[in-house]
């Protein structure tokens, strides 16, 4: 077991204000038509879909900053003493987006309203990073191979995901995590980072996700590059993502999807017909009110049945081989106890086995042991290429559940929470069937956030996260079958229990090579634990902004690549 463990603390000092990664934030002016700026106007933020509130003033050279708000359309008023009010309705607030929104009232009553259709687009024109919105209505209306979202990432330019994915995380993780071929910038695929509602989802192994939502639970994500701000600070790129949140209106839907072999077309090289696939997709997902205007939920669950059978072809040594019969072979087969020798002990001559045909009394009693795990043809005749041939059922399974709650506590003071469950199971295929073993991943995922108005131009948001992730790739022995103690071989080390198997056996002459790989067990119990806690501060014409990061992450790995040996 090889634990590490890392503890930080980050802080940042900006300038100007930056967007919080889950976040959207609204900046502008409020001024008179002589474009002279009004101190202390009053701003209202309004979630049009829950209701949720907040307030902030402008400063003394008419600057609002509302900062800390969870994306989806809002209403924006502005009053002011001896103004009319100004109401602007759906201004559509996204993850990451710093978007200016600025006012001009004309002079009369307070009770008098101006309300502003026109429909500007939202510009982050308050940083440089660079980066692409992926909304609710792309995310749940274009067509996506198993409802994985990760997949629209390619839709942001500066990204490829057309290549294979590389390395060896594959082989050691399970679910999807391993083959999501994303390479944003140029970078190598597994350098990106990804945020769900603000806390770090990711591995701190191999920087793969640790939570992917069902596209039901997601409000949007973000793909992020270029120059941003210090809180980010973890790689070149990032994926940062939200959930959606309940409202008042209640919600709720029933969905399977299902896909399998009747329309696809039959497998290269396949041999008799299409092999059998089914995958089922299923769940529920509900969102409302608990309490209107201060209390809101959703609930999401998604499972995945997805059995696919792939053919495998291997060539296995024929059944008079086994027995030692080369009779039918053009290759001598020599008698090693018949050997002579010269001075120097160089070997000179030997006697062939009568009729090229070893005894059984001579076969190694390990190789004949070894005979178990090694099949016999399935295509009768002594010719090797392709003479096995398997159905290999694949069962790629997982079940996620996602709770959210958001809390009203008052005009000042907002929180959400979240948890989300998920269990991936997968088995790995290999030639022979007493090759291969499985990747179960069992993940969890909490945080929560409070958002608080400290004064009207001062504002504070705190959040906390905790990842868990266990990993276990075991093969087909573990636990069961010590089996290199069985056979005996000298130099051979019984290992641990989750490691016992067969040794890797290399055979040459065109055969197919058995035995349990090399690759595992890997077992991995990685955590991560956060705190964080932004600050913005809204002072004449400028915005100052300043936070820090307690951090822990724990790497608690085992593993071995040979634990069983390999012989050539």
Same mark, same amino acid.
């Given at each position: ?86 109401? $602007? ?46 909304? #609710? ?32 995380? /594959? ?67 990032? %994926? ?16 399977? +999807? ?56 291997? #060539? ?24 002579? +020798? ?18 059984? /009394? ?5 190789? $004949? ?29 997982? /079940?996620?559940?996602?709770?959210? +709650? ?33 990747? /179960? ?6 945080? %929560? ?40 071989? =000298? ?6 229990? #989750? ?10 002459? *065109? ?7 090399? #690759? ?6 990685? $955590? ?19 936070? *820090? ?14 634990? =069983?040996?390999?012989?050539?």
């Amino acid at each position: 077991m090889l634990p590490i463990i890392r503890c930080g603390v980050f802080i940042t000092l900006a300038a100007a204000a930056l967007s919080a990664q889950t976040f959207g934030e609204l900046s502008g002016t409020v001024t008179d038509r002589s474009q002279a700026g009004i101190g202390a106007a009053r701003i209202r933020v309004t979630n049009q879909a829950s209701g949720l509130l907040r307030q902030v003033e402008t400063s003394g050279a008419g600057v609002y900053r509302v900062g800390f708000l969870t994306p989806g359309r809002y209403e924006v008023t502005v009053e002011s003493d001896g103004f009319k009010k100004a109401t $602007r309705r759906d201004v559509d607030v996204q993850i990451d987006v710093v978007a200016r929104l600025d006012f001009a009232l004309e002079i009369g009553q307070v009770t008098e309203t101006v309300e502003v259709n026109e429909q500007i687009p939202m510009v982050n024109s308050e940083n440089a990073a660079v980066g692409t919105v992926i909304d #609710n209505k792309r995310i749940v209306e274009l067509p996506l191979n198993g409802r994985n979202f990760l997949q629209m990432v390619a839709l942001s330019p500066n990204v490829s995901a057309e290549m294979r994915a590389s390395g060896h995380v /594959d082989s050691r993780q399970g679910g999807e995590r391993g083959r999501q071929s994303i390479s944003i910038a140029g970078q190598r695929q597994f350098f990106n980072r990804f945020t769900l509602d603000g806390v770090e989802n990711t591995d701190v192994n191999y920087n793969t996700y640790v939570i992917r939502p069902s596209i039901e639970a997601l409000q949007e994500f973000k793909i992020q590059t270029g120059i941003y701000s210090a809180e980010f600070g973890r790689a070149t790129s990032q %994926i940062n993502a939200t959930t959606k949140s309940g409202g008042n209106a209640f919600h709720g839907a029933l969905f399977h +999807f299902l896909r399998n072999d009747k329309l696809d077309a039959a497998e290269w090289q396949q041999r008799d017909g299409k092999n059998p696939f089914r995958r089922n997709q299923y769940g529920f997902v509900g969102s409302g009110r608990v309490i209107r205007d201060r209390l809101f939920f959703l609930s999401n669950f998604e499972g995945q049945r997805d059995t696919r059978t792939l053919q495998g072809l291997a #060539n296995v040594a024929p059944s008079a081989w086994r027995q030692g019969n080369f009779s039918g072979q053009p290759t001598v087969i020599f008698d090693p106890n018949s050997r002579t +020798f010269n001075d120097a002990g160089r070997a000179l001559t030997a006697l062939p086995f009568p009729g090229n045909r070893i005894p059984t /009394d001579r076969l190694n009693s390990v190789a $004949r042991r070894l005979l178990e795990f090694y099949p016999e043809a399935t295509v009768p005749g002594e010719n090797i290429v392709a003479n096995f041939v398997r159905q290999r059922k694949r069962p790629l399974n997982s /079940d996620q559940f996602t709770q959210r +709650f958001d809390f009203q506590e008052s005009s000042r003071s907002s929180w959400f929470g979240r948890f989300s469950l998920a269990e991936d199971f997968e088995r790995r295929l290999e030639s022979f069937e007493v090759q291969e073993g499985g990747v /179960d991943v069992k993940v969890f995922q909490t945080m %929560i956030s409070n958002t608080r108005t400290l004064s009207p131009t001062v504002l504070n948001e705190t959040r906390f996260g905790y990842n868990r992730f266990d990993n276990d790739l075991i093969l087909h022995f573990a636990n069961r079958r010590d089996v290199t103690q069985e056979l005996g071989i =000298r130099g051979l080390v019984s290992p641990p229990a #989750n490691a016992w198997g067969t040794p890797a056996i290399q055979l040459g002459g *065109g055969l197919t090579g058995f035995g349990e790989s090399g #690759n595992g067990p890997w077992i991995y119990r990685n $955590r991560t634990m956060q705190f964080l806690n932004n600050t913005s501060v809204v002072r004449g014409k400028h915005t100052l902004r300043f936070g *820090g990061e307690m951090r822990r992450d724990i790497y608690a790995a085992e593993g071995n690549t040979v634990a =069983r040996g390999r012989l050539y």
